[in-house]
Structures are given as structure tokens and as C-alpha cells.
Nanobody, 126 residues
């Protein structure tokens, strides 16, 4: 069974910080492009951030740029999303996703992803 499992979601106050984690099982993430996506109630899923398999190049949605940081630890088969200065509009279910691709770039396009986690809820109050 090939799985991605998110963790670290929860309730945080406006302006607070939270770190999401995503661990892969059944396969290694070393040669995968990884993306974080989110979906708020009544809204379509949107790309948040991604990180390439080669060189750890990153991209961010304009709405989170400067506040969120994506990183990966291939030895642990994990990916992280550090979220700072959280706003109520960041409230959503956050998903990690992976694509088997050995390249030095990434795109915030869900169509490209091969594997998806079940999501972690992040709620920002006030």
C-alpha cells in the first residue's frame, strides 16, 4: 500500500504558527516532486507550495509567499510545511501530494500528482 499521511493540523490563533508533516510509506520520496494543496469549505482546491526532487527548488502561491516554507527530509521520507503568521483565510484541509519526477522545478498543479494524502485540518481563529 502506497500512502501519504499528513499530521500536525489543529487549531491556532490568528498570527500563530503551525507545522504540517507528511510521511510516505510504501515508496521513497527521494525522486518525487512534492506539493501541498488546500481546500476550504465551498472553495476549489488550490496549490499552496511545492518542492522539487532535484535541488529542492520551491514555489509558493502568492497568498502564502513569505509566510509558509516547504522543506523535505529524504532520509526520513518526510515533507514539511511551516506556516507562520497564519490568517483565518488559511483555514482549510491541507493535503500533501507526490509525483514521480526527477527534475529541478515544480508546479502548483494538482493534475500532475500521482499520490495524495487524506488531508489535515488547519483552523485559524480570530
Amino acid at each position: 500500500q502506497l500512502q501519504l499521511v499528513e499530521s500536525g493540523g489543529g487549531l491556532v490563533q490568528d498570527g500563530g504558527s503551525l507545522r504540517l508533516s507528511c510521511v510516505a510509506s510504501g515508496f521513497t520520496l527521494e525522486r518525487y516532486v512534492i506539493g501541498w494543496f488546500r481546500q476550504a469549505p465551498g472553495k476549489e482546491r488550490e496549490g499552496v507550495s511545492c518542492i522539487s526532487s532535484v535541488g529542492r527548488m520551491t514555489n509558493y502561491a502568492d497568498s502564502v509567499k513569505g509566510r509558509f516554507t516547504i522543506s523535505r527530509d529524504n532520509a526520513k521520507n518526510m515533507v514539511y510545511l511551516q506556516m507562520n503568521s497564519l490568517k483565518p483565510e488559511d483555514t482549510a484541509v491541507y493535503y500533501c501530494a507526490a509525483r514521480s519526477q526527477y527534475i529541478s522545478r515544480c508546479y502548483l498543479r494538482s493534475d500532475d500528482m500521482d499520490y495524495w494524502g487524506k488531508g489535515a485540518l488547519v483552523t485559524v481563529s480570530s
